[in-house]
Nanobody, 129 residues
Framework: QVQLAESGGGSVQAGGSMKLSCAYTSAVGKIWYMAWFRQVPGKGREGVASYSTAIDTTTYADSVRDRFTISHDKDKKVLALQMENLKPDDTGVYFC??????????????????????WGQGTQVTVSS
């Protein structure tokens, strides 16, 4: 199985910074794609950023591009999300996700919730104005 555990959430004022981490273990082999999603009450999960562990590429949602940076430490098995210039609209529960399939995932689908089959429990991020 794959286990994902997020940490680093909390409260911050608008304009501030925060870093989220996702420590993971896998008993089923390599995790080929990983991503961060966020969710607010009453809405589905929104893809924020993704990372391809095989080809070392990143994808970002337009709403966070140039403010968020996703990174991956393959030795420590940690996926991180550095968030800068946070806005109240960034508030939500942030989830780490993993995709076991090695099948190539087009960039247009890397922020799609149903492409990922492993999920963490989530960590709350609250940005106040």
């Amino acid at each position: 199985q794959v286990q994902l555990a997020e940490s680093g959430g909390g409260s911050v004022q608008a304009g501030g910074s925060m870093k989220l981490s996702c420590a993971y273990t896998s008993a089923v082999g390599k995790i080929w794609y990983m991503a961060w999603f966020r969710q607010v009450p009453g809405k589905g999960r929104e893809g924020v950023a993704s990372y391809s562990t095989a080809i070392d590429t990143t994808t970002y949602a337009d709403s966070v591009r140039d403010r968020f940076t996703i990174s991956h430490d393959k030795d420590k098995k940690v996926l991180a999300l550095q968030m800068e210039n946070l806005k109240p609209d960034d508030t939500g529960v942030y989830f780490c996700a993993g995709r076991q399939s090695a099948m190539y995932l087009p960039e247009t689908q890397r922020l799609t919730e149903n492409e990922y089959n492993y999920w963490g429990q989530g960590t709350q991020v609250t940005v106040s104005s």
